[in-house]
């Protein structure tokens, strides 16, 4: 995206006391509010170089930002270029991480199913996809009413902002056969893991393609592990995701 | 059958065109490259036509069968 690769170690500590701040004790709330400032300052230095350039660099999402139009009639302004530098970087680091955990606890808990990976590695894009759909680690997100309407007997108004609970909806069983069930292989699987409409996940596309690349090449090489531990697996979040804080895996070395 | 994709509704999620490759392809910015006109759906892309419509999380994709 046009970062320095070297300075991924700074944005890893942010986003990790970024999210941890969700916890609610003063001093997680202090370091949260440093990794912000420090997210921003980043990017207000990062779009400073850039402004002078003649034409947009390459492959730089800062770069490309400064040179966009809101709806085709004005440049976006410093608050909205910050606001959109700073939302990419933690929606991007922290929640493939996150969906990876829970793809490898899956996988950790149902030999079967590392099995079925390997003999039919074609089933992965499927498997990612209800990884998605069973362990939604966006769980719930925020929508801002466009018209009045009646939502199944509430009155809402244009304006009104509501909250959807996408990982119920993601195990509706009038949607989904079984859906309480990790179903492998499932093909209509309309869920919203990376939610819907025109805020939908921008980063969807890399995302599945981190997962699916993952799990190919851990299965590969570690064909068979499991949990290595038999505590609870302790999850933070907030209102709107959950993720493990770790997940400890193990499995045997050849000798 | 044709099938057809609504063109405001279509945010370019991708998981039609992964089920129906053979069908459905995409443009530039990963939307579904034919929107706004039905598509003819050959007999042996029919299973793939209503995976497609079901995959959707937008509701995009509706079928139009001819009896």
Known sequence: MGIDLSHADRFLVWVEDFFRGFGGDPEGQQAMADALQGIRAYWVDALEERRRDAVPREGDIASYLLGAKYDDERPLTDDELLDMLTVLVLAGLDTTRAQLGYMFRHLALHPEHRRQLIDEPELVPSAVEEVLRFYTMIFGDGRKVTRDVEFHGAGLKKGDMVYGLVSAANRDPRVYDRANEFVIDRKKNNHFGFASGPHRCLGMHLARREMQIAVEEWLRVIPDFRLATHEVIMERGGGAMTAPLDMPLEWEVAS | ?67
């Not at chain 2, 069908?23 to 039905?38: F, K, N």
Request: net charge negative.
């Open chain 2, 1 to 67: 059958m044709k099938v057809f994709i609504d063109p405001d509704e279509c945010t370019g999620h991708g998981r039609c065109y992964r089920l129906a490759p053979d069908l459905l392809t995409y443009d530039d910015e990963g939307y579904v490259a034919i929107r706004g006109q039905p598509i003819d759906v050959p007999a042996d892309q029919v299973e793939f036509a209503e995976e497609a419509e079901g995959t959707c999380p937008e509701g995009a994709i509706s079928l139009i069968r001819e009896d």
